[in-house]
């Protein structure tokens, strides 16, 4: 762990985040959703620590709570991504030619889709929510999940190791399960550390974009996007929400280098 | 004063050392051999006269080329010799070349380096080149790709790589390990040849007994970074001195024993 | 025995090349054309060839690993078919050319000779054949928690050897098993093999483009070039006394030492 700086620091920042999320839960300083105009865009100050948005809600406090918004977020993504991803990858690895190949295009074109344009069918059909954003952002990312997947079963699949299985007869389920996965594992964990990252950015340009998370409850995307107007005025609301963006897609995409890391190199450890 | 003269050579990475106190002369035109196994040191000893150790490595004693000390020399230094006075063929045909550059570009790249030619001259330099090596059809070769080339053929143009400037020494590193064993012959026959004709001082790495035998005269034994023996081929093949050496002449004999017996059985 | 344990009929096996554009006629690489091969028990055969030469595609069409395009490959008598390898498998094993590749990297040598034994349903107590199959390729027990990159490529080879060799088939195909070694660990492997087919009675397809490796191993030996049998009979006769062109130019090709003219 001393040496792998990528997967201390990607754990310390996530781990903020994790801490003020769960902290979030027993005790903000203020109600986040309390309007307070006397103190509109107030600035920094022993009462309100990180200054209050138009409104005069607590920014500390939104930022604390949006933090649950935001992983929770990130995490469903990641379960969804993966899950898709990886089955996706691994089945048209698998399947013959033919099915194969048309299963391969049809990734492709959710590939080319954006993750904004779900949300925005979504949003038109069950109005937009955490929860659409959600799915959308979990199937758009899927697709490259599912691509790079697929590129790395098939080389696992042509190697001699997998070819001596099919020699002593090994059914396809038991490769997958003891040849396959094992093999890519390191690299899933690299992926889901991407997607969280992707996760969390699409969240908030989502929220932004009002597909995402509805007003009132607090968002770190919304309040960038609320704190626009105000730039001139007040510059720094809009500083917290994007800092904390900033050092959670960091820890995440840190963590990912660092897992990759030191799940790796172990291997590549040699005698002779 | 010898023309490569390597003293007490000793790399390290880390704690481990895989190059032990190393010492041995090359006059111009010598051809020496260095045989060992995977991991006793061999292809190190190439990387260190030719200045491409990795950073990691640690090493001390002393290499010197025509009276200049390469060890102490910067990698901007090093470049200067790199190609022009020492340069360096080796074993996996496919990977040494940039397979996004035609051959001929790759081929001419010294020449582009150290002598500044004209790219008329440059493109007639490489044709030559080519052809020099034994490739068919030297003006189509040069506009290929890497990947459009035989094994035997993408070796030919890491030598010819190699000979672009008429290098004073050249090191070939298990050249023809990758290869079939009736393109080896062939491959061999050109460095024979190539050698021969420009007076090339060589060195020949290989962990394969009867191919360094027909290149080499003087040839040295590495075993775990240690030179166990240093001799003529003659005299190794007649008397080896360390055990290990016995061990792989002994074997080599017996291999090259069972097989004749298959021959001389028809004639007889 | 009267019928061949392994039998090949007219093999062929075609391989499609990337079309040159859309409207461009499909071509082929003909990898394998015609080839008829007979293997009785207790046979040494060789499969000697360059690259390019098919023989590595021959190996995988014996073992049922790939699909003939032409021909069909029999095993005791009978057509190998798709359907109800368990038998033919267990018979049939193989040891590839790198160690490094032919052994899952995240498994460790324990779940490596088990893997056959579990697919395969040997009937007999799984842990004691594996103790008894790591002695026979002369492995430390200790080696069984070990994993590949761990063990150097004679040890690693020597497990191949025991992974092939645990759920006790009958005939043995090695591809190149011993071209990724050094030296003397090749000698050494090569011994062992030559000891272990003698002693459990195996029958042995070695594919190599060493002459000097099949004449150690092999008493009948093809040579293919491009895919097909140029050459076959007794090493003896084909090494002594080459018919086909190429032939002679492998054999004259082999590296000689000097002090042996």
């Not at chain 3, 190599?208 to 070039?225: E, F, G, R, W, Y």
């Amino acid at each position: 762990m001393n040496q792998n700086r990528n997967l201390f620091f990607g754990l310390i920042m996530v781990g903020f985040s994790a801490a003020t999320a769960l902290l979030s839960v027993l005790w903000t300083p203020y109600d986040p959703l309390e309007i307070n105009p006397d103190v509109s865009l107030a600035k920094p100050s022993w009462s309100h620590l990180l200054g209050t948005d138009v409104l005069g809600r607590d920014v500390l406090s939104n930022l604390l709570v949006g933090s649950r918004t935001t992983l929770i977020t990130a995490f469903l993504v990641v379960i969804i991504t993966m899950a898709l991803g990886v089955t996706a990858g691994i089945s048209t690895a698998l399947l013959p030619k033919r099915v194969g190949r048309a299963a391969i295009y049809a990734i492709d074109i959710v590939l080319a889709l954006p993750a904004v344009l779900f949300a925005i069918v979504l949003a038109a059909i069950y109005g937009p929510s955490t929860f659409t954003a959600v799915i959308a952002i979990g199937v758009a990312t899927s697709a490259a999940v599912a691509q790079v997947t697929r590129r790395e079963v098939t080389v696992i699949l042509n190697s001699d190791y997998v070819v001596a299985a099919r020699a002593c007869n090994s059914s396809k389920t038991r490769i997958v399960l003891r040849h396959i996965l094992p093999n890519i594992r390191a690299s899933l964990f690299v992926q889901a550390s991407g997607a969280a990252a992707i996760a969390i950015l699409a969240e908030s340009t989502l929220s932004y974009l009002g597909l995402g998370t509805t007003p009132p409850a607090p968002s770190w995307g919304r309040m960038l996007a609320s704190s626009q107007q105000y730039l001139i005025i007040d510059p720094i609301v809009a500083l917290w929400p994007g800092l904390a963006i900033i050092v959670t897609v960091l820890g995440f995409n840190l963590l990912g280098d660092g897992l990759r890391e030191s799940l790796d190199p172990t291997l590549r450890k040699s005698r002779s | 004063m010898k023309f490569l003269e390597v003293n007490k050579l000793t790399i390290k990475f880390g704690d481990k050392t895989v190059v032990n106190n190393l010492s041995f002369d090359l006059a111009a035109g010598d051809r020496f051999g260095v045989i060992g196994e995977s991991g006793s040191g061999k292809t190190m000893i190439a990387l260190a006269i030719i200045g491409l150790l990795p950073d990691s490595a640690s090493f001390s004693g002393s290499i010197r080329l025509d009276g200049e000390e390469l060890l102490s020399l910067g990698d901007k230094q090093m470049s200067a010799f790199r190609g022009s006075k020492v340069s360096m063929v080796f074993q996996e045909p496919l990977t040494a070349l940039n397979p996004l550059m035609r051959v001929g570009k790759q081929i001419t790249q010294p020449l582009r380096n150290h002598n500044r030619l004209s790219a008329r001259e440059c493109l007639a330099r490489a044709i030559e080149l080519c052809a020099s090596v034994g490739l068919p059809d030297p003006e189509q070769t040069v506009r290929a790709y890497p990947h459009q080339l035989s094994g035997g053929q993408r070796q030919r143009v890491g030598l010819a790589i190699a000979i672009a400037c008429n290098p004073k020494l050249l090191i070939v590193d298990e050249p023809t390990t990758a290869l079939d064993v009736t393109v080896q012959r062939e491959v061999l026959q050109t460095i024979n040849e190539l050698v021969k004709q420009h007076s090339t001082a060589l060195i020949f790495i290989s962990h394969d007994l009867p191919v360094v035998s027909t290149m080499v005269e003087t040839i040295a034994v590495m075993q775990s970074g240690n030179c166990v023996e240093q001799a003529s081929m003659s005299a190794l093949f007649d008397q080896p001195q360390h055990e290990y050496s016995k061990r792989i002449v002994d074997l080599a004999r017996a291999t090259q024993n069972r097989f004749t017996t298959f021959t001389t059985k028809a004639t007889s | 025995m009267n019928t061949p344990i392994l039998e090949t009929h007219s093999l062929g096996r075609d391989f499609k090349l990337p079309r040159a554009s859309v409207t461009a006629k499909q071509q082929l690489r003909h990898a394998v054309v015609d080839v008829n091969i007979s293997i009785n028990a207790g046979d040494r055969l060789g499969i000697v060839g360059e690259s390019g030469s098919g023989k590595t595609t021959l190996a995988k069409l014996l073992l049922h690993l790939d699909q003939p395009t032409s021909g069909s490959v029999n095993f005791m008598g009978q057509k190998l078919q798709s359907a109800d390898m368990g038998d033919f498998r267990r018979q049939v094993q193989i040891i590839f050319q790198d160690p490094r590749s032919s052994l899952d990297p995240r498994m460790i040598v324990e779940q490596i000779i088990r893997e056959p034994l579990e697919c395969l349903n040997f009937n007999q107590n799984h842990q004691a054949r594996i103790d008894e199959v790591m002695q026979q390729v002369e492995l430390d027990f200790v080696i069984q928690s070990r994993y590949p990159h761990e063990l150097s490529g004679g040890q690693r080879q020597r497990v191949a050897i025991a992974r092939a060799l645990a759920a006790k088939p009958s005939v043995l195909v090695a591809d190149e098993p011993v071209s990724a070694l050094d030296v003397l660990v090749r000698e050494e492997v090569l011994q062992l093999l030559n000891r272990l087919i003698e002693q459990l009675g195996l029958t042995l397809v070695l594919i190599s483009h060493d002459l000097s490796v099949i004449a150690q191993l092999c008493d009948k030996v093809v040579v293919m070039q491009n895919g097909r049998i140029i050459e076959s009979g007794a090493t003896q006769s084909v090494f002594g006394n080459p018919q086909h062109q190429f032939t002679r130019q492998l054999i004259a090709a082999v590296p000689q030492l000097p002090t042996l003219k």
